[in-house]
């Protein structure tokens, strides 16, 4: 295989997606100081070269190398070992400058983490301060703090810069990019400054999630796979379902998968990867209506994030617990939703006009929109969806859980000022509408996270 031909199969889903030119051809540069000392820093260092990597091929990333301190790495890694690990698995015939520019008149010049001295000028700026995602046009210092580190906010801080990179890539016009913005993943709101109320997700701090089910390892699955695997999982073991295999043009969106990858089962690719970090995890390689042929639905909570909606539509006729997802709309728009039983609208109020007749596409999800431009294969869409339901997964750590409403819509294409945050309505006449407090406890009343679904005001249980 030739590099040319690589990247036709890998982009044909970035390029049915929009009317895009000749973007592969760009050359990025990554610049980062102290902050790649941190794990904040190093988290937006790898997202962004590996996310990067997956659309253009030419990329310098000019940080200071480090000893690597993510988990998934494990211990005495360098950090430039790591960076060319990702670049070189998402593109094995990247031109990567790592530390030393190899690049000349950089297309895009992304800063992390604070100002960098030397002789690029950075067209925009990311950093994190715990929950909050700091991204802007120009040189920017945020001064953020990375005293405690939080990886939630770090990778939405990277995603928010790729994302920023891929619209100068492809000459989409200014008023498509943010100028300045403060995302909290917390709130999932926009911020006036770079700083939340919310509890910080200490270092090291563990995340017990119970038997966690994920429906589906594609784009967006397999990225919910990727990020989780960043942060100590303990008490919990995760069934990955998914009847598919590792395609080139998965690799254009999907972080857990590399070039290695392509032909094997995504559930087990994933499953394994997140063995590999010390998570107990299974795959199973079928549908979910196989799984559940021959397993009950033993879970704590589950993420359906499968493409086709006879899945959503199967899994709310099992009356599930607590629930969690997140879908990509239109090619530009992210929407995340959260089902606690009882209290919120369900997967099947959340799809009402689709039929259940109504066939899924290729690899792309089902639009909530009527339009059907469903193949939202943007390269960081996915990746953005998922992070969004890890911040849930690590939010459900704190009591008084949750602390946004229940639908949150993201367009990405845009100054990123139209995150729509609102409570999902039920439906009267959807399967949820016979769903009881008192039916609820008979079924699923023993899982982790049951006494979410019996009062508003209803906290923690840790
Ligand atoms: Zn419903």
């Given amino acids: 295989m030739t590099p040319e031909e690589f990247r036709r199969l890998r982009d044909n889903r970035t390029q049915s ?15 980062a100081g102290k902050c790649a000392e941190t794990e904040d820093g190093q988290m937006m260092i790898i997202t962004a070269s590996s996310l990067f990597a997956r659309f253009c091929h030419k990329i310098d990333v000019l940080v200071p190398d480090a000893i690597c301190l993510l988990r998934p790495y494990g211990k005495g890694k360098q950090l430039h070992e790591v960076i060319r690990k990702e670049v070189l698995s998402a593109d094995p015939w990247a031109e990567l400058g790592l530390g030393e520019q190899l690049q000349s008149n950089h297309t895009y010049v992304l800063q992390i983490g604070g ?26 210092n945020f001064n953020c703090n990375h005293s405690i580190s939080n990886l939630v906010g770090a990778a ?160 709310q006729n099992n009356l599930p617990p607590l629930m969690l997802q997140a879908s990509t709309g239109r090619a530009w728009t992210v929407n995340v939703g959260r ?24 690899s792309g999800t089902i639009s909530d929109s009527p339009d059907k431009e469903a193949d939202a294969a943007l390269p960081f869409v996915s990746p953005w969806a998922a992070i969004l339901v890890v911040a849930e997964l690590a939010k459900l750590q704190f009591a008084g859980y949750p602390f946004s409403k229940s639908r949150l819509s993201v367009e990405t294409y845009g100054p990123l000022h139209t995150v729509e945050h609102f409570q999902g309505q039920k439906l009267q006449s959807c399967i949820c509408a016979g769903m009881s407090e008192a039916l609820f406890h008979k079924i699923r009343g023993k899982t982790r996270f049951a006494d979410l679904s019996f009062s508003p005001t209803s906290v923690g249980h840790h």
């Fill in 156 to 315: 939405q801080a990277a995603i928010i810069g790729v994302t920023d990179g891929f619209k100068v890539a492809t000459s989409q016009p200014g008023k498509a990019r943010v100028s300045r913005a403060h995302f909290s993943t917390f709130y999932c709101r926009l911020l006036d400054d770079t700083h939340d109320e919310a509890p910080a997700l200490a270092t090291g701090m563990p995340i017990s999630l119970g038997n966690l089910f994920v429906v589906g390892a594609g784009a967006v699955g397999s990225n919910i796979l990727h990020f989780l695997k960043f942060f100590p999982i303990s008490d919990t073991s995760v069934t990955v379902i998914d009847h598919d295999t590792v395609d080139y043009s998965n690799l254009n969106r999907c972080l857990a998968f590399g070039y290695n990858d392509v032909g094997i089962s995504k559930s087990a690719a994933t499953a394994t990867m997140l063995s590999d970090c010390g998570v107990s995890a299974t795959a199973f390689t079928g549908r979910f209506d196989q799984y559940m042929e021959c397993h009950k639905l033993d879970a704590d909570i589950i993420v359906p994030v499968a493409n086709e909606y006879q899945v959503r539509w199967a899994i």
């Fill in 339 to 362: 089902h606690i039983p009882v209290r919120d609208f369900c997967l099947s109020c959340s799809f009402p006009e689709v039929s259940d007749a109504h066939m899924a596409c290729g």
């Fill in 17 to 31: 997606c929009e009317r895009i030119d000749d973007y592969q051809s760009a050359s990025v540069a990554i610049i």
């Fill in 115 to 140: 100002t960098v001295t030397g002789n690029l000028i950075p067209d925009f700026s990311i950093d994190s301060n715990g929950w909050v995602a700091c991204a802007s046009q120009g040189a920017v």
